[in-house]
């Protein structure tokens, strides 16, 4: 039987509640993705107390299936980088319907990544699909589920600490497990360049959808 422990919630005024709702929304609705990243160092504490704050997050049967792999090594970078690359030119060369490139043209992408070697850090997210105890397989649950929350947790996290993110999905990904020397038990989640931004970065222009169209009340 599990140990149970008293549970110490934190808890608000209904005015005060509503005030910190309100204030957490406009300062999550500043944070941006970007593409174009500083090269001004960031210390590897900072990266690793988000990555505290991301394995706060709830897990199925609290097996806690992520590993957070900081990559600075340059040369890793640049791995990366070129096996990246190389699979995002077979996207945008084919893979992609024109649907699909049609939805990305006002973002102006495409398969050149420099960020993956100019941001100070990438943060590669695995989850992990098994736990390996006394030599055998233990199944972690809801894997996906989990480490989505996690990988969430972790941008959000990076944005109240003043950085910038971008969340990066070259398909397939399976190059990151070989050039990290990962185990068979993980796989590539997300790729997760983070740092200062650039000076004078742009954004695209657009609108998040309202309240209305992504609530509906019962």
Known sequence: MAE?????PVSFPETEMQERAT???????RRRTIREFSDRPVPQALIEELIRGASTAPSGAHKQPWTFCMVQNPEIK???RQAAEKEEYESYN???????LEDLRPFATDWNKPFLEVAPWLVIVFKRLYEVVDGKKRKNYYVNDSVGLATGFFLAAAHHA???????????????????????????FLLIPIGYPADGVQVPKIERKSLEEVRVLY
Not at 4 to 8: D, H, K, L, W
Not at 94 to 100: A, I, K, L, P, T
Not at 165 to 187: A, G, V, Y
């Open 4 to 8: 149970f422990i008293p549970f110490n």
């Open 23 to 29: 204030e957490w929304y406009q300062f999550m609705d």
């Open 78 to 80: 640049r791995q990366i």
């Open 94 to 100: 084919g893979r992609m319907s024109d649907e699909w």
């Open 162 to 188: 003043g950085l910038a993110t971008l969340t990066h999905t070259p398909s397939p990904m399976n190059f990151l497990q070989k050039i990290l020397d990962r185990p068979e038990n993980e796989r590539p």
